[in-house]
């Protein structure tokens, strides 16, 4: 069982830290993604999970066991780089081999494994070419294969897909997805696109600055942010923020203003509200209705509209903010035209001047 714990892990280089005491408990065959903003430390983690960065504070533990100074070849894990080191002398084959040759694989189980990663990557009629007559897509593919002959327990990602076009992106996304669900094993993958952690993860874990913002399934985070930051992150487009200010709090139901002067009531957890407060009200794109009734009706003027057939994306302004709204691409949307979009009230989220989500408890009426 290759089940995986980081404890209060930190990491420094001289004074200078960068991980500020990691805890995550994986479990045994998941598909957990790490997302975040460049620099945020998704690569230190990783690299520290591989034994390729020493822990400077913590522990790591693989299958129950303390593996925080083992080496990296002794941990049962195998990890992608977005850059890759082919051997150059070597043909694609003898790349994928090499690794099962050192550790003394007979010949059937490395023909049949390096075979069967070279379907799954679409490698098969480049198994003879050298790195240099591959293109770096395709390098990249012979890296992952690299791995999957190894069959270790747990895969370790580090962009993998960075170098690849947009369609083979996605190929690789589904063929890694497809991966994951045949080998049952854990893996670990790092990307700051969210769209790949939204469609491949069991679990998501959002980094910033060296923290874990939220850790949760790819719908607990779009519909449960635990602060505006993750709430911007997950979602695409990001979700719209608009300003608002307490207009009255009696217990759990506040009602705050909108820019255009409409005030909005909802019953939401919080701290200390105060009739005055600034807050942020949050609305996803896609939970905006055009043609429809709701809750909410905000009178926007498109001054973009972005066609994609299927959906159109507008975007506008509501007093100075501006807006993006997602509408189905068979609708009348007509640029520069005063449009109604609705929104229901528990689509809504509040954040508190700090950026902490006010959760909704139930919505109450709402007031013109
Ligand atoms: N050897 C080092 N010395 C000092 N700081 C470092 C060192 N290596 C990394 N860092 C810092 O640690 C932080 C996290 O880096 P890391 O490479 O983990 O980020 P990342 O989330 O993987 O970013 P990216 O998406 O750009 O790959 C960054 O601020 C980086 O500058
Ligand atoms: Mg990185």
């Known amino acids: 069982m290759a089940d995986l714990q980081l404890k209060k892990v930190f990491k420094r280089y001289g004074k200078v830290e960068t991980i500020h005491g990691v805890d995550l408990d994986i479990r045994h065959g998941e598909f957990i993604v790490f997302v975040g903003p460049s620099g945020c430390g998704k690569s230190t983690l990783l690299r520290m999970i591989a034994g390729l960065e020493e822990v400077s504070e913590g522990d790591v533990f693989i299958g129950g066991k303390d593996v925080t100074t083992t080496q990296p070849s002794k941990r049962g894990i195998a990890m992608v780089f977005q850059s890759y080191a082919l051997y150059p002398h070597m043909s694609v084959k003898e790349n994928m081999s090499f690794g099962l040759e050192v550790t003394g694989e007979s010949k059937d189980v490395i023909e049949e494994r390096v075979a069967e990663a070279a379907r799954i990557l679409k490698l098969e009629p480049l198994l003879d070419r050298k790195p240099r007559q591959l293109s770096g897509g395709q390098r990249?593919?012979?890296?992952?294969g690299r791995t999957i002959v190894r069959k270790p327990e747990v895969f370790l990602f580090d962009e993998p897909l960075s170098n690849l076009d947009a369609e083979l992106r996605v190929q690789m996304r589904i063929e890694i997805s497809r991966l994951h669900e045949q080998l049952g094993n854990t893996?670990?993958?790092?990307t700051h696109d969210q769209v790949e952690a939204m469609t491949m993860a069991d679990r998501i874990v959002v980094l910033r600055d060296g923290n874990i913002e939220?850790?949760?399934?790819?719908?607990?985070?779009?519909?449960?942010?635990?602060?505006?930051?993750?709430?911007g992150f997950i979602g695409s487009p990001k979700m719209n923020f608009l300003p608002v200010s307490v207009t009255s709090v009696v217990g759990q139901t506040v009602s705050v203003r909108l820019p255009d002067s409409q005030e909005i009531t909802l019953n939401v957890e919080h701290g200390e509200l105060a009739v005055g407060d600034s807050m942020t009200l949050?609305?996803?794109?896609?939970?905006?209705?055009?043609?429809?009734?709701?809750?909410i009706t905000?009178?926007?003027k498109g001054d973009v509209i972005e066609r994609l057939g299927g959906t159109t994306y507008v975007y506008g302004e509501l007093d100075g903010q501006t807006l993006i709204i997602e509408a189905d691409g068979e609708k009348d949307i007509v640029r520069g035209e005063l449009m109604d979009f609705s929104f229901?009230?528990?689509?809504?989220?509040?954040?508190?001047?700090d950026g902490i989500a006010c959760k909704q408890l139930a919505v109450e009426a709402a007031a013109a």
Do not use: W
């Open 344 to 353: 229901h009230l528990n689509r809504c989220h509040l954040f508190d001047k």
């Open 282 to 295: 949050g609305i996803r794109p896609e939970h905006f209705l055009h043609g429809e009734s709701a809750d």
């Open 298 to 300: 905000l009178q926007i």
């Open 214 to 231: 939220q850790v949760g399934t790819p719908m607990e985070l779009y519909h449960s942010p635990c602060n505006q930051f993750v709430a």
């Open 140 to 144: 990249q593919r012979v890296a992952i």
């Open 187 to 190: 893996m670990i993958y790092v």
